[in-house]
T-cell receptor, first 114, second 113 residues
Framework: AQSVTQLDSQVPVFEEAPVELRCNYSSSVSVYLFWYVQYPNQGLQLLLKYLSGSTLVKGINGFEAEFNKSQTSFHLRKPSVHISDTAEYFC????????????FGTGTLLAVQP | DTGVSQDPRHKITKRGQNVTFRCDPI?????LYWYRQTLGQGPEFLTY????????KSRLLSDRFSAERPKGSFSTLEIQRTEQGDSAMYLC???????????FGPGTRLLVL
């Protein structure tokens, strides 16, 4: 079975500062990795995904993430955040080649302050 | 492409009542998923359809929950004899077969009093 750990429940950061949101996963099989963003009272929007190939993936809104197989991590980064990036961010995994059901972490609230 | 839609967006009910939610996936998406999200938590998988066949159900899905997807298009999720612990956001997502990306709807927020 897969599991996802997001150790930081909340990350406060000032506008225009860089940010990293941490995600570690556990799985005995090959997985796909995802980052989703959720704005208040809305559904989830895909930021980026890793399926295979290059371990550095770029997504929307200037976000990127790096897959590290040896450390079983998939941390999300942005070099300069904006107030509008304030939202809940979820890391998720799915088992490659299966039903693709997503297993989510508990989320990290990115709170961007002026 | 109009996205995944869910109806209603909000539902308040009294304990013991039955509720039904609807999800309309993106046209031609043959995979449909239901998730439940409680406050402060990530979404948890409930069930999965490929076309009209329900292929997987989570152990979270008690016998009070039932989901259908007649004709492989829209899906309904029914909760019978609701309990306060059922209060949550219910999210629907769809994808194409062999495509890993799931597209989520806005969710239905349920409050059981």
């Amino acid at each position: 079975a897969q599991s996802v750990t997001q150790l930081d429940s909340q990350v406060p950061v000032f506008e225009e500062a860089p940010v990293e949101l941490r995600c570690n996963y556990s799985s005995s099989v090959s997985v796909y990795l995802f980052w989703y963003v959720q704005y208040p009272n809305q559904g989830l929007q895909l930021l980026l995904k890793y399926l295979s190939g290059s371990t550095l993936v770029k997504g929307i809104n200037g976000f990127e993430a790096e897959f590290n197989k040896s450390q079983t991590s998939f941390h999300l980064r942005k070099p300069s955040v904006h107030i509008s990036d304030t939202a809940e961010y979820f890391c998720a995994v799915s088992e490659a080649g299966a039903t693709n059901k997503l297993i989510f972490g508990t989320g990290t609230l990115l709170a961007v302050q002026p | 492409d109009t996205g995944v839609s869910q109806d209603p967006r909000h539902k308040i009910t009294k304990r013991g009542q039955n509720v039904t939610f609807r999800c309309d996936p993106i046209s031609e998406h043959n995979r449909l998923y239901w998730y439940r999200q409680t406050l402060g938590q990530g979404p948890e998988f409930l069930t999965y359809f490929q076309n009209e066949a329900q292929l997987e159900k989570s152990r979270l899905l008690s016998d009070r929950f039932s989901a259908e997807r007649p004709k492989g298009s829209f899906s309904t999720l029914e909760i019978q004899r609701t309990e306060q612990g059922d209060s949550a956001m219910y999210l629907c997502a769809s994808s194409l077969r062999d495509q890993e990306t799931q597209y989520f709807g806005p969710g239905t927020r349920l409050l059981v009093l």
